[in-house]
């Protein structure tokens, strides 16, 4: 029985350097081969012409260059696409492209599913069924890049944006969060790679403030964050005190605001912004109030950072509605005469259901989210990560 191939998409610098080593190939072939599949974004080997045919052939043979399969592709009033995504086991998963004018943001998804369950996220009702592998997180972008590139319709290329220093001309994503489906500190060991590849000269030469992930607040994995590969960091933060958090974002039970707090602090000397930015989504009736925002104004007394207060995008099963405008206006304000940063974040992409909490693929529940208590739902996997 033949081995499976070697997906290239897998491999970060380091580890396609040790492939091609052993391979009995000079080391510097790692970086051409970094440049065909990422920068031009070419997935048929036999068209790297600069490699030696009898190299080639022998990557042919043992290696490809597989991106998710795309299932659908919807296109937004406002031109936010958002692609369905296979990922096998009858399960599908989805990444967004938001087009603006100094900026093009990809959202990608780290888990098919997420075991987390904040009660206001469509993802976590559908609960959690695997990690995605380092391959199918970069060969988002791989994808999202390399076809928009193509598209002369899809947005306006990188050379026109008014924000210099970027190292390949005519890219078309400059900025990429993990925001989409899934809670990237509980799929460490893949993520890791994905974000060396984005920030690789040889590959997509990202910034390491043009990357973002986001957290529900896994403590242990943001301080190895902070070590291995500091890039911008937002926290879902959602509630101003334990109570209110432990409803809202279960994981707060294992690790409530004290901790998380601290380890925010601890990330700060290491991150490429000089602040944290605070993720809350605004609930009518249930985090929205005044007394709130200035319980919040003290939580966050004394630390760097910057709230960006994110309008509920309902869907059915939450029970929940969105703040009213003229409550986040309230709420808002309330937070700047205190004299911290807030912004509203815009809403994109809501006509086809790909705004902030509303990606929800589909997804083969392995975790029974929706039957079991929060502790049972982070799934056995999940629990390891959380004890190391």
Not at 93 to 108: A, K, N, Q, S
Request: glycine share 6%; net charge negative.
């Amino acid at each position: 029985m033949n081995s499976p191939r070697i997906n290239l998409l897998d491999l970060d610098a380091e580890a396609m350097k040790a492939y091609i080593v052993g391979l009995h190939e000079k080391p510097f072939r790692a970086k051409q081969l970094l440049n065909w599949v990422h920068q031009r974004g070419v997935g048929n080997i036999a068209l790297m012409s600069d490699l030696a045919k009898g190299f080639r052939q022998t990557l042919s043979e043992q290696a490809e260059v597989c991106a998710l399969p795309v299932l659908n592709e919807a296109l937004a009033t406002d031109g936010t696409r958002k692609w369905l995504l296979d990922v096998g086991g009858s399960n599908a998963v989805e990444m967004v492209f938001i087009p603006e004018d100094d900026r093009g943001t990809l959202c990608i998804s780290s888990q098919a599913g997420c075991a987390v369950n904040c009660s206001f996220c469509a993802t976590g009702y559908q609960g959690f069924s695997r990690n995605l592998t380092t391959g199918e997180m970069i060969g988002q972008l791989w994808f999202a890049e390399h076809h928009l590139r193509a598209d002369p319709n899809a947005i306006k290329r990188i050379e026109e944006y008014p924000t210099p220093g970027y190292v390949h001309e005519g890219r078309v994503v400059s900025n990429v969060v993990f925001m989409g489906m899934g809670e990237p500190l509980l799929n460490y060991d893949n993520v890791l790679p994905a974000l060396r590849l984005m920030l690789d000269d040889h590959a997509y030469g990202l910034s390491r403030r043009r990357v973002t992930l986001s957290t529900s607040g896994v403590v242990p994995m943001m301080d190895r964050l902070a070590q291995d590969c500091p890039v911008a960091l937002a926290v879902s933060l959602h509630a101003p005190n334990d109570a209110l958090r432990d409803q809202l974002v279960p994981l707060n039970k294992k690790y409530p605001l004290k901790e998380l707090l601290a380890a925010c602090e601890r990330y700060l000397p290491y991150a490429p912004r000089d602040f944290i930015t605070f993720e809350y989504c605004m609930l009518n009736e249930v985090n929205d109030q005044d007394a709130q925002a200035r319980e919040l104004v003290q939580l966050l007394k004394g630390i760097r950072c910057k709230i960006n207060l994110i309008p509920f995008n309902p869907f059915p099963e939450s029970g929940l509605t969105r703040s009213s405008p003229q409550r986040i206006f309230a709420f808002s304000n309330i937070l700047q005469e205190a004299g911290m940063i807030a912004t509203v974040r815009k809403t994109r992409g809501d006509d086809i259901a790909a705004a902030c909490g509303q990606l929800a693929g589909d997804i083969i529940d392995r975790t029974k989210v929706r039957e079991r208590t929060v502790d049972a739902a982070l799934g056995e996997q999940i629990v390891q990560w959380l004890e190391r």
